[in-house]
T-cell receptor
Framework: DAGVIQSPRHEVTEMGQEVTLRCKPI?????LFWYRQTMMRGLELLIYFNNNVPIDDSGMPEDRFSAKMPNASFSTLKIQPSEPRDSAVYFC?????????????FGEGSRLTVL | LAKTTQPISMDSYEGQEVNITCSHN???????ITWYQQFPSQGPRFIIQGYKTKVTNEVASLFIPADRKSSTLSLPRVSLSDTAVYYCLVGDTGNAGKSTFGDGTTLTVKP
């Protein structure tokens, strides 16, 4: 398996633009996580899906952020409109059993810069 | 949520054994303890997981005392390539599997 695949790896955009980040989890994994990493706040869990259903989105910063998982092999994280404070590395991770008992497999991340 | 506390940074030299301790005083009965390693510009990578006593794999050992309020990751004979951030993660079964990363420990291995 190729592992968790994220795209784009890098994105530079201007404030106010819509940003869509994509993730393909490892085939067969039933849990998917979106994290955001910044120097100031470290690794923050944004949202967690189990069997394509959002379980907990309490980490999503505000209404500008939305995430979907239309099927077991694809998820998106959308920011609309984007702001400079959204600049961060966004990681997607998948797991077979859920993070408390199963290993999290992370993608290489999408580095977002909002000017 | 079970909160974790780790040292912010540690220095070591090549060939030494490194022990990184994580405190998790309010760990729940069903929680597991997992350690991840992260290199710059990469996602975290699983190192080892345990519930109690001692777990060993090809890269590390994990020591967990009987009260489970702390755990120690042991890296034998570190090399320069072990320079990374190490995260202790405690599973939160009360929130459907959501777990929280702490601030991590930046390990710097010197020649």
């Amino acid at each position: 398996d190729a592992g968790v695949i994220q795209s784009p790896r890098h994105e530079v955009t201007e404030m106010g633009q819509e940003v869509t980040l994509r993730c393909k989890p490892i085939s067969g994994h039933n849990s998917l996580f979106w994290y955001r990493q910044t120097m100031m706040r470290g690794l923050e869990l944004l949202i967690y899906f189990n069997n394509n259903v959002p379980i907990d989105d309490s980490g999503m910063p505000e209404d500008r952020f939305s995430a979907k998982m239309p099927n077991a092999s694809f998820s998106t994280l959308k920011i609309q409109p984007s702001e400079p404070r959204d600049s961060a590395v966004y990681f997607c991770a998948s797991s077979l059993f859920g993070a408390d008992t199963g290993e999290l497999f992370f993608g290489e991340g999408s580095r977002l810069t909002v000017l | 949520l079970a909160k974790t506390t780790q040292p912010i940074s540690m220095d070591s030299y090549e060939g030494q054994e490194v022990n990184i301790t994580c405190s998790h005083n309010n760990i729940a009965t069903n929680d597991y303890i997992t350690w991840y390693q992260q290199f710059p510009s990469q996602g975290p990578r699983f190192i080892i997981q345990g519930y109690k006593t001692k777990v060993t794999n090809e890269v590390a050992s994990l020591f967990i005392p009987a009260d489970r309020k702390s755990s120690t990751l042991s890296l034998p004979r570190v090399s320069l390539s072990d320079t990374a951030v190490y995260y202790c993660l405690v599973g939160d079964t009360g929130n459907a599997g959501k777990s929280t990363f702490g601030d991590g420990t930046t390990l710097t291995v010197k020649p």
